[in-house]
C-alpha cells in the first residue's frame, strides 16, 4: 500500500512540522491506526508533494514533520467543466469524477431547466479534496459559486472553447434517441482544439431549452458536440465527455503525440 | 418528454396485447399516473421498438395494445466489459454506465484481490433494464455469472482483443501515481484495433496481483493500456475507458470515419 496523502494548504518545505486538524488527525491515528513515525505524504498545488512521518500524536491531534519533495509542483491541463447541478447523489459523483478526471475549475451553472437543489460548495470542495487525495493529484480543482448560464458566458475567455454535449438531442427536430443530429462527435471536435485552454458544458437531464441552445450556437467560441447514440443521465455524460478531452487533447495522451 | 419506454422480453408486433407485470403496470399508473390511452413505447432485441396505448388499467395491472414499429431491431457494438466487483455502490455504477455506455455482455471476473461480495445477478439485471430504458438502446446487456479471472482467460477467443487497465500501475516497479509505465494510452491502442469484437478488462481497486499481471502479459490476444497520470477508482476507470473506446472503435464514431 502506498502511503496515505493528505492534501494541506500550508507551505511545505523539509523540515516543517505540520498541526493536522481534527479531521485529518482521526483519519491517521484512527481509521489508519498510525502512530508517531508513521509515514505520509502531504501536497499542495503550489509546494507539490512531500514525504514525512507523523512526529506526535495524542488525543488532542496528531503533527507531521516533513523529510523530501516527492514531485515538484506541477497542474495538469487547463481544463474548466460547466455543469448544471442535477440530483444530489448525482451532483457528487460529478464533483468526484471530474476531479479524478483532472478538470482545473469545476463550474455550476445555472440553466433554464436545472432543477436547482442548493449548491452546496462546502461540500463539493470536502469531495473534491478526498478525491484529489485518492487520485494523486497534486492541486484541489478551483469550485466556483454558481452563476447562471447566460451570465457565465457574457464576458467568456475566446481563447478558451467551449464544447457544449446536450443530451436531449442537439436540435428540437432531433428525434429523440435517435442519432444527434448535426453536432460531430465529441472526439473530432476535441482532436482538432489546439487551444491550451478548453472548456466542457453538461447540460440538466432535460438539456437546454430552445433559447439556450440558439444562444450557445450564436457564440464563435462553442461548438456543439454528440456523445453517441444514446441518451446519457448527466453524470455518465460528464465523465465519458472529459475521459475523450484528455485522451486526445490532455494528458492521457502518450508523450509523443502533441 | 419522449413517451416512457418499457423493456418486455414477449413477441412485439402491430396489434398484438401485452399484459404488464406488477412493477411495469404500478410505473406506468402510480408513477407516471397513466390511464387508459395513455402512450407508451415497448421494445427487446429481437423486434425493435413499438409505439403502443394502454388499454386496460385497474388495480390488477395494465395492458398495452402496440400500434407501429418505431425502430427495427439493432445491436450495438460487440463490446464486452470484464470488471472486478468492487464495493456494492460502485459496482452497482458500473452495470448501469456500462449498460449506457453500450456494452453487450458484462462479465463480473473474480481476481486475487477482488473483495468479493456476492454478485447479486438478479440486483444486476434489474439496473441494467432500467438503465437500457433510460438509455435508449434496444437490447439489454448480457449479465454473465462470475467466473475466476483465469478461467476467463482459458480458452479466450483469440479474435476478440481484450484491452486491460491495470489501476495501480503497470508493473511493480512502476511508482504509485506516476506516468503508468510502458503501457500506450487506451486510445493509441483502441484506435489501431480492427476487430469486430473487443473487450475490456478493469481490476479492482487494489489492482492485479504479479501472478495475473504476468499471465496476462504472456497472452497474445491482450494489450495492457495506460489511463492517464491519476490513479482512478474503478468505477470511474470503467466509464471513462467504456468512453474512449466507444470513440475510436464503437458508435460514438461518425458515420464517415470507420
Same mark, same amino acid.
Given at each position: 500500500?502506498?502511503?496515505?496523502?493528505?492534501? =494541506?494548504?500550508?507551505? @511545505?518545505?523539509?523540515?516543517?512540522? /505540520? *498541526?493536522?486538524?481534527?479531521?485529518?488527525?482521526?483519519?491517521?491515528?484512527? *481509521? &489508519?491506526?498510525? #502512530?508517531?513515525?508513521?509515514?505520509?505524504?502531504?501536497?499542495?498545488?503550489?509546494?507539490?508533494? +512531500?514525504?514525512?512521518?507523523?512526529?506526535?500524536?495524542? $488525543?488532542?491531534?496528531?503533527?507531521?514533520?516533513?523529510?523530501?519533495?516527492?514531485?515538484?509542483?506541477?497542474?495538469?491541463?487547463?481544463?474548466?467543466? @460547466?455543469?448544471?447541478?442535477?440530483?444530489?447523489?448525482?451532483? %457528487?459523483?460529478?464533483?468526484?469524477?471530474?476531479?479524478? @478526471?483532472?478538470?482545473?475549475? &469545476?463550474?455550476?451553472?445555472?440553466?433554464?431547466?436545472?432543477?436547482?437543489?442548493?449548491?452546496? =460548495?462546502?461540500?463539493?470542495?470536502?469531495?473534491? $479534496?478526498?478525491?484529489?487525495?485518492?487520485?494523486?493529484? &497534486?492541486?484541489?480543482?478551483?469550485?466556483?459559486?454558481?452563476?447562471?448560464?447566460?451570465?457565465?458566458?457574457?464576458?467568456?475567455?475566446?481563447? $478558451?472553447?467551449?464544447?457544449?454535449?446536450?443530451?436531449?438531442? %442537439?436540435?428540437?427536430?432531433?428525434? +429523440?434517441? #435517435?442519432?444527434?443530429?448535426?453536432?460531430?462527435?465529441?472526439?473530432?471536435?476535441?482532436?482538432?482544439?489546439?487551444?491550451?485552454?478548453?472548456? &466542457?458544458?453538461?447540460?440538466?437531464?432535460?438539456?437546454?431549452?430552445?433559447?439556450?441552445?440558439?444562444? /450557445? $450556437?450564436?457564440?464563435?467560441?462553442?461548438?456543439? *458536440? !454528440? @456523445?453517441?447514440?444514446?441518451?446519457?443521465?448527466?453524470?455518465?455524460? *460528464?465523465?465519458?465527455?472529459?475521459?475523450?478531452?484528455?485522451?486526445?487533447?490532455?494528458?492521457?495522451?502518450?508523450?509523443? !503525440?502533441?
Amino acid at each position: 500500500m502506498p502511503d496515505p496523502r493528505l492534501f =494541506l494548504d500550508v507551505p @511545505l518545505a523539509a523540515g516543517a512540522v /505540520l *498541526v493536522l486538524d481534527q479531521g485529518q488527525s482521526r483519519y491517521l491515528t484512527t *481509521v &489508519l491506526r498510525l #502512530g508517531r513515525g508513521g509515514r505520509v505524504r502531504v501536497f499542495n498545488a503550489a509546494d507539490g508533494e +512531500w514525504a514525512g512521518e507523523i512526529s506526535d500524536a495524542d $488525543r488532542r491531534g496528531a503533527t507531521i514533520a516533513l523529510r523530501d519533495q516527492l514531485r515538484p509542483p506541477a497542474l495538469g491541463p487547463d481544463l474548466d467543466l @460547466l455543469f448544471a447541478p442535477v440530483k444530489r447523489h448525482a451532483t %457528487d459523483l460529478i464533483v468526484e469524477k471530474a476531479t479524478e @478526471l483532472g478538470v482545473r475549475r &469545476l463550474k455550476p451553472v445555472v440553466t433554464a431547466r436545472t432543477i436547482s437543489e442548493t449548491v452546496r =460548495l462546502e461540500r463539493f470542495n470536502a469531495i473534491a $479534496r478526498e478525491a484529489a487525495e485518492q487520485t494523486e493529484r &497534486l492541486d484541489l480543482p478551483e469550485i466556483c459559486p454558481p452563476a447562471l448560464l447566460t451570465k457565465a458566458l457574457d464576458g467568456w475567455d475566446a481563447n $478558451r472553447p467551449l464544447l457544449y454535449a446536450d443530451e436531449a438531442g %442537439d436540435d428540437a427536430a432531433a428525434p +429523440w434517441g #435517435g442519432q444527434a443530429g448535426r453536432a460531430p462527435p465529441l472526439l473530432d471536435a476535441a482532436q482538432t482544439t489546439r487551444a491550451p485552454a478548453l472548456a &466542457l458544458l453538461i447540460g440538466p437531464e432535460g438539456g437546454f431549452d430552445p433559447a439556450e441552445r440558439a444562444l /450557445l $450556437r450564436s457564440l464563435p467560441f462553442v461548438t456543439p *458536440v !454528440s @456523445l453517441g447514440p444514446r441518451i446519457l443521465r448527466a453524470e455518465t455524460a *460528464v465523465i465519458a465527455a472529459l475521459a475523450v478531452i484528455q485522451s486526445v487533447w490532455g494528458d492521457w495522451r502518450s508523450p509523443s !503525440s502533441s
